[in-house]
């Protein structure tokens, strides 16, 4: 009969027995962000510091890379806005979206317009906010290395956390989300090239 107290008292006593609040404890990337920037922008000194330099070099698993193109590649943001939130970085060094060449600001393109595609078929996305933070005045992270984010949305997807927890409920772990979305790359990309490649008027609304 002690026991059986014991255990309703733990169930009543530990917040991680509880239905529903065990989630919200564990999607707050803490450690990803130790991993990924704990030093903040000043330690971003050069391309051996930068994480957006270094990520390409190892396996995308480790690196959380969605995809590989010839000029830029896709990696998940460890800051997820939302599930399946995106970045899209060149794979030079630069600060800039004017550094990029002609090559590099159209795959910077086309690998934006996939990602939507792809989080669309992975998560039926309703919508996006797609953007560059240029310069520490601007927002950015990290403003040394180029990224662009795609942030799928949904409606209603706004909620309290972010206003009195400073957080945000985040749903599916990411590196299950790299999974997903790494999987429906290539159909999405095979997809959309064909869509481009037809003409105008014989492409799908
Ligand atoms: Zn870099």
Redo the contacts with the bound molecule.
Sequence with gaps: MANRDADRDAEFTDDFALAGTPDAFQRLWTPHRLAYVSKGQGQ?T??AS?????APQRDDETSLIVARGITCYVVMNLYPYNPGHLLV?PY???PDYTDLTVEETAEFAQLTQIGMEVLRDVSNAAGFNLGMNQGNAGGAG?A??LHQHIVPRWGGDGNFLPIIAQTKNVTGTIGDMRQIIADAWETGAQRFREQQARPMNEREA
């Excluded at 930068?50 to 270094?54: A, D, I, K, L, S």
């Design positions: 971003v050069d391309e930068c994480p957006f330099c270094v970085c030079r060094h630069i990290i040394a290395h």
